[in-house]
């Protein structure tokens, strides 16, 4: 905010301060304009105004529009590949999407509005850090990989690493790899939000749960099928409860979600047969 004569006035198009455009072309050419000074990433932008309305200080804007490869989906060894520059409506309705990972081309297809959706993108929900939003929720219980284009050379990390670490200045998030999507079952409850969210997702004998929520990052417990839903969600920290919700009712809220969600992979199975 600006505090000016007249009292109090949210920023605008006309208080922000000039910047240099850049428009490269591949990624080396983005990364290398991202390693300058007070430089800033723009794919989709739908995030990008709510910063500069906050206070962003951008002296160079590295637009990712022209960049090859960044809306880039393909299926490789069994895992999921999805550039970074896939925007939320493409993803949720990719075909590769949907064949490899259904249950998650319908969540992906139901985060933010339709307006949203037509411009967000895949890489620009991660990198806004915000707990609001879901995909970082969704791939973590997926186990997605994290790979990045730094000025130092590649860069690859988890998801929930985004919540841990900060990245080098200049590294671009080029790509979410989701692996093993022959053998996972995937199901997302938001019907809690914005107090809780759930992402399930169950490799063979292992169920991975994480929990978000519309105030708190992620986090993560994993448990063997058929474990009690409710003693495994009791395994998440203290962290996960804030103002809006005690971390007690938080973890009872994720063991009801787990349940929801372990039930509704044991019906489809049942359907399946």
Request: charged letters at 20%; aromatic letters at 6%; a neutral charge.
């Amino acid at each position: 905010m600006l505090l000016l004569p007249s009292g109090l006035v949210a920023p605008s198009q006309r208080t922000i301060a000039p910047f240099a455009l850049h428009r490269p072309g591949s990624v080396a050419e983005a990364v290398t304009a991202g390693a300058l000074p007070g430089a800033v990433y723009a794919q989709g932008c739908s995030d990008l105004f709510a910063q500069f309305r906050e206070g962003l200080r951008c002296e160079s804007l590295v637009a990712l529009d022209r960049v090859d490869g960044l809306t880039e989906v393909a299926a490789r060894d069994g895992a999921l590949l999805i550039g970074s520059g896939v925007a939320h409506h493409d993803g949720a309705h990719h075909a590769q999407v949907r064949a490899a990972l259904p249950s998650f081309a319908a969540a992906w297809g139901r985060i933010a509005n339709h307006r949203i959706r037509q411009r967000a993108t895949i890489g620009g929900n991660l990198m806004a850090r915000r707990t609001r939003y879901e995909m970082s929720v969704m791939l973590q219980a997926l186990g997605a990989r994290l790979l990045f284009h730094t000025p130092e050379g590649p860069l690859e990390l988890d998801a929930a690493a985004l919540w841990d670490r900060p990245e080098p200045h200049g590294a671009l998030l080029t790509s979410v790899v989701v692996p093993d999507t022959g053998g996972v079952w995937f199901g997302y409850e938001r019907s809690m939000r914005p107090l809780a969210t759930a992402a399930v997702a169950v490799r063979g004998d292992e169920v991975t749960l994480t929990v978000g929520s519309e105030y708190t990052r992620p986090h993560t417990v994993r448990l063997a099928l058929g474990e009690d839903p409710a003693r495994a969600a009791a395994a998440l920290p203290d962290t996960v409860g804030d103002a809006a919700a005690s971390a007690e009712y938080r973890r009872h809220l994720a063991g009801v979600l787990l349940r929801r969600l372990l039930d509704a992979r044991t019906d489809e199975l049942k359907e399946a047969m």
